[in-house]
DNA sequence: CCTAATAAATGGAACGTTCCAATAAATCAA
DNA sequence: TTGATTTATTGGAACGTTCCATTTATTAGG
C-alpha cells in the first residue's frame, strides 16, 4: 500500500538524465540552469512523487527554515488570537510556522524547547509558562537561536521582549473607574508570579495614588486569571464590611466571571458595580453587558514579534530592542453611566 | 555570542574517551553500554552543552518521531479544545507534536501539509479546511503516512476519520424543541460544502419528519458558521410572515449569536424563542441564559484520534476503523420550559 | 581555426547520526 | 592452557542533501 523506498533527487535525476547536482539546483531555483533542462527535470519531479527531505537538506545548510510559536495556552482565546496574528506574518514569509503549546507547565515548556531545538528550529517565538524559571531559556541562548518573548517576559533575561503598555493601560482603566465616581476599587485576579500581573497593578496603584483613592479603599485580591477566578474574587470582595464599588480586573476572562457572578447575585453589572477588563478579547464586545477592556491591540503585537524573529534570523543576531505597544481603553457598557453624587445603589462613599 | 560550531556526536567521544558508536548508544539508552562508560559520556555531553541532531538522526534512521495536528481554525474555542485533547495523550507517549493552523485555507493547508511531509512526520491527525479538494491527501497517502481525520471528513477518501454522531445529536436537539411543543422549529447556520453540515441537518430532517412537523414548517436558513452568522439567520427569519419559534442552530457560535441577536430585539432567549446549540463548548454553560447543547465530548474524541494515530504508526498501516463518538443532550436554560398549549409568548402554532 | 570567456552541468566531499559487522576484553568449561 | 561464549566497544558505510571545484559545451573575438 505504502509506495516503495521513497524517492530521493539521485531517482529524478536518473529519470531526467542529468545530474543530482542539476535536480538539486533546479529545486533550488537556480538561475544557472538552461530553462529547457529545469522543466524536464521538474517533470520527472512530479513523475516520481518526490518529497523533498528539509532534515537532509538542513544537515548540509546548517539554517532551517522551521520557526516555533510557543504558546502557554491555546485554549485561551486571547492567546490565540495572538498566535493568529503571527502566523500571518510568517505565512506571507513563506515559512510554515509550528505551534506548539506549553499548557502553562514548566516542565511541559521544557521538552517542547527541547524538541525543537532537535528540530533545529531557525527562531522562536515564546509566552513564557508561568513559573518559568529564569534558566529555562540558557539553551537557547548558548545555542545561539533567536528568540522573542511576547506578552509576557521573565523577570530578567536579555531576551527581547514584545509587550502591551501594562502599567499605562491599569492606570487608564482604574483612573476610568475613578472618574466615574468610584472611590472604594479594586483589582481582582492574576497571580504574583508572572510580572505583567505587577506592571498591571502598579498601574492600577499609581492612578489610585494620583487620584486620591486612600490606601485602604484600594483592594487587591489575587485569583485565578479565568473566569472562575473572577467568580471568586468577587465572592470574597462583596462579603468584605465596606466592599468595593468597582473592579479592574486581570484580564477579560477575570471580567466575564465577574459579570457572571453579579448576575447570579441579581445584581446589575454596571449599575450596581463597575467592571474593566484587560486584553480586549473578541468576545467582550459581544458580551452581555458588552465589557470595558483595555484594548492591546494583539494580533498587530503578535505580527510585530513575528517580525521582529524574521530580521532576528536574517541579521543572525540573537539581540533587538523591546517594543512596548500602545493600549487603548474601550468604553463600552459595563461601567454604567457616571455615578456622580446620585447615591444610586445605597452602597455609600467616603468623599 | 552564539557558541563555536555546535557540538556532535564526535565531540563528546573525544571529550569521553570513547568512539563516537559508543555515544550514540548511551544517546539511544542502550543497556549494552557499561554503567560507569554511560556516566562517563553523559557528563561529557553536558559539558560540551550538546544538542542531539534529530535531522541527521532521521536522515539514516527514516521514522521520525515528528506527528502533526493540522488545524482548520485554532481561533475556535471548539477546536482548541480539541487540539488540547490530543496534544494530552500524545504528551503521553512521549512525543510532541507540532500544531499548525489552516485558517479554514484550503491552499495554506496544502503549503501546512507539504512542509510538514517535508519534515518527514510519521503521522497527522487533521480537522481539515472547508473547501478541501478531494485530491490534497493524495500525497500523504502515496507517502504512505498515517493520517486521520477529526470532527470532520472529506466526501469521499480511505482515510480514517473521528467524530460524533452528528446525526444523532441534531436528533436529538430537534426533538427535544418538538417536545417543549414547538411547531415551526427552524435549522440556523452551516454551510453544504461541510459534510458535517449534511449529517446535522439530516438528524434534524428525521426528527421533524418523525415526530410530526409538516415540511413547510422546518425550515433551514444556511449562513456562516460565528456568531455573526447566528445574527444574521435570526433577523431573516424573524422577517418572515410565519418566523419559527426555535432553532437548532448548526454549531454553539451560532447559537450565542441568535442569544444576542434575540436580547437585541427585546426578546426573552427561552421563552420567547427557543435555541440549542451544537458542540457544548466551555462557554455554552456560563452563557446567559446557559445554552442548551449537543455534547460531543470535544477532548474524548481528540484523545481516540490521538491514539488511533499512534497505533496506526506503530503497526506500520495507513488504515484504521472509523469511530462514531457518542453524544448527548444537555438540556440547560436556553429554552425555557415546556411551551404545552398555555400559548405563552403569542405566536400561535397550528398543531 | 585557435584561444579566451562564458554558460551549463557534474563529481565528490561533507553534514551528524545509526547500525551492522567486526574486534577486543572478560568469563567460562574443559 | 585453549577454545567457546558472553559482554563491551568500535570502525565504517549509509542516509539525502548542498556546494565547491571541475569539467564540458557554447559562444565570441581575433
New interface residues.
Partial sequence: ???RA?ATILDIAREAGVSKSTVSLVLQGSGLIRPETALKVRKAIEDV?Y??????A??RKAH?N?IGMVIND??N?FF??L??GM?RVF?SAGV??????T?ENPV?QE??LK??????VAGLVVSPARGTTPGAFR?LE???VPVVFVMRRLPESRIPVITPDNHRGAYLATAHLIGKGHRRVAFFGGSSDLVVYHERLGGFREACEALGIAPADRLVFEGETS?KGGIACLETALAMAAPPTAALCFNDAVA?GVL?AL?KRGLEPGADFAVVGFDDVAEAE?Y?PALTSVAVNTAGLGERAAHVVLKMIQS?T??AEDHIGAVNLVVRESCGPDRKEHGCAGMGDAA
Fill in positions: 500500500m505504502a509506495s521513497k512523487g518529497v523533498y527531505n528539509r532534515g537532509a538542513n544537515l532551517s522551521v491555546l485554549t482565546p490565540a488570537e498566535a493568529v502566523e505565512q510554515v510556522p509550528f505551534i506548539a503549546n499548557a511541559r521538552e517542547v524538541s525543537l531545538m532537535e528540530q533545529g539553551r548558548t545555542a545561539g473566569r466575564f457572571l448576575r459581544h452581555m543572525r540573537t539581540r
